[in-house]
């Protein structure tokens, strides 16, 4: 899968991504709200080479995409990673949820609402092409202190569809879960 925006190349990772998920996902900050630690140079590598392997399924039901930009004019090829964009698709719920995450320096300038969009017309056309499985609902789970993923889903048309205090335990503590929704078409 590949899409282009008029700022950002989103493509499925490779395996010479482990040292910018690494980079990503090793950042405290960007591991607070998610269910695992900041990752390891190890954990991220297996975390890439599942991403790569899931690629290559048919249909496929875990997306994961490298989320790039441009870092002068008319030059692809000098793309800077500034994050990742994912989702799972489910065909027994026929949902597809959709998670992401940005490089700190990238966060306030519109990338994630932008990749996201990107991604949602990515697996559109996808699930047209059979690629992955039907799903007539996108969602997107956060933690109800992750303020910015809250405000990037409803920038999304995304909306509020539950919210649970104490939903899990994660990291030591109880953590809540909102989970916000929208119509796939």
Known sequence: MHAETTRLTL???????TPNIYALDSI????RYQTWPPRTLESADEFVQ????????????????AVSVATGPNS??????????????DSKEQTAEL?????PNSQGKGYATEAVGALIELLRAARKRHEVPHFNRLLIECDPRNTASR???ERASFVMQSCTER??????EW????????DAD
């Open 76 to 89: 692809p090829e000098k793309a800077e990673f500034i994050g990742r964009v994912g989702a799972h698709i």
């Open 99 to 103: 998670w992401f995450s940005f490089m």
């Open 175 to 182: 953590v809540g879960s909102m989970v916000y929704v929208r």
């Open 11 to 17: 493509r499925d990772l490779a395996l010479s991504d």
């Open 50 to 65: 599942v991403a790569v392997s899931c690629s290559e399924e048919s249909p496929r039901t875990f997306v994961e995409m």
């Open 167 to 172: 939903a899990f335990e994660c990291k030591g």
């Open 151 to 153: 405000r990037l889903a």
């Open 28 to 31: 405290p900050d960007n591991a």
